[in-house]
């Protein structure tokens, strides 16, 4: 009878395997074999170092300058109680130009790389404005089927352009839904190939017709980007941006297992190197007297469209709705990289934060609070 029932149940786990390489979810193996297998139950910012990935190398370090009060402010007990219950990692201000707070919990530290989830979407905008700079892409105008000529027989695919993905106006076919296995971002996220993730979705609504915010449409600009290039995109991040901004240490873009980068997500940086990307906005594109984004693009960037109501621009979130107006990168369980123009201010925060309140614009209601705290405390 035992015997008969392992047979059975053997049997059932071929059969499961054969269906799910059959239908496309094979991917599902190597999700539990990177999450419950090592004791958690999702993706969290340490899981870079279980993907392939290209390293985004830094020149030669500019560290960053110490304000006279650095660390002399405590936080509020009761407002880091609330970091703490929100599994913060890190929290950093930056006050003109210097750091003036720097604080870590469970475990991190300054060297703690840590996965910036859809903060990256913002920097493959910018590597995609650098691009174009450059003249090795006409401009956000371009066409996607330029890139992929297959676009032109797709419903709608002839007229999607670089902007409709830059600004979430794609209407990819494509629910953004982190915790369905089932999924189109869980197959992004641990399957091998991300143009059989990502590449063939197909549309549900015409290009620059609704705002839906949308991982796959940052990946389809990501390839237009690679296309581009005569490299790799993380060779490319690190001529463009990690070089040039003394970024303290070497980073490591996730990719594909035929080492395309996840462009939607992942990259692994320490809070300190994510600040200087903040600080780049802050000071138009120029850094250490050098011009390395266009000012023009950076204003496009934060430029919110009418389509978001206010809240996108192009990779960046936005919030002019506060007394204090400020726009920030953003990634999943809380990864920002928030910049406050009139304070001449930085946050970056860092963390597992699983339980996210949005307000009516679909904008987490935390990144105000950090403004306003930062703000109260340090000017």
């Known amino acids: 009878m ?18 799910s390489y059959t239908f496309g979810y094979s991917y599902l193996f190597k999700g539990i074999r990177e999450t419950y297998l090592r ?23 500019i560290p960053w300058k110490k304000d006279s009060t650095y660390n002399k402010k405590s936080l509020p007990k009761d407002f880091v109680e609330d970091l703490k219950n929100a599994k913060t990692a890190s929290f950093l201000v930056i006050k003109n130009g210097k750091l003036v707070h720097e604080e870590y919990w469970d475990g991190y530290m300054q060297t703690s790389k840590t996965n910036s989830f859809s903060m990256a979407k913002a920097v493959t905008v910018m590597l995609v404005g650098k691009a174009i700079e450059e003249k090795k892409i006409i401009g956000f105008n371009a066409k996607f089927s330029d890139f992929f000529e297959n676009y032109k027989n797709i419903e709608f695919g002839k007229n999607l ?14 629910d953004e839904d982190y915790n369905n296995p089932f999924l189109p971002n869980a197959k992004a996220y641990y399957g091998k190939s991300l143009e059989e993730a ?37 060779e490319y991040a690190s001529e463009k941006l990690w070089q040039p901004l003394g970024m303290e240490q070497n980073a490591e873009w996730n990719t594909d297992d035929f080492g395309m980068e996840k462009t ?21 594109g120029i850094f250490n007297g050098e011009q390395i984004l266009n000012k023009c693009f950076i204003e496009e960037m934060r430029r919110p469209t009418k389509l978001s ?15 204090i107006k400020h726009y920030y990168f953003r990634g999943l369980y809380g990864q920002y990289i928030i910049i406050i123009p009139e304070k001449n201010m930085v946050i970056v925060r860092t963390g597992m934060n699983k339980n996210e309140n949005l307000d009516q614009k679909g904008r987490p209601k935390e990144v105000e609070k950090y403004v306003h705290e930062a703000v109260k405390i340090f000017g």
Request: net charge positive; hydrophobic share 45%; proline share 2%.
């Open 198 to 234: 990502v590449l063939l979705r197909g549309f549900k609504a015409a290009p620059g017709t609704k705002f839906e915010y949308q991982s796959g449409a940052t990946q389809l600009l990501g390839f237009a980007l690679r296309k581009s290039l005569n490299k790799n995109i993380a």
């Open 161 to 174: 352009t670089l902007r409709n993905l830059a600004e979430m106006e794609a209407g990819l076919n494509w």
């Open 2 to 19: 035992a015997q008969k029932i392992l047979q059975g149940f053997l049997v059932a786990v071929a059969a499961a395997i054969a269906l």
């Open 309 to 323: 109501n206010g809240a996108y621009g192009m990779g960046l979130w936005i919030n002019n709705n506060s007394a």
């Open 39 to 61: 004791g958690t139950t999702g993706s969290s910012i340490d899981d870079g170092t279980y993907f392939p990935s290209h390293t985004i190398a830094k020149g030669v370090p």
């Open 264 to 284: 939607f997500c992942c990259i692994n940086a320490t809070s300190r190197d994510f600040a200087k990307l903040g600080q780049l906005f802050l000071q138009g």
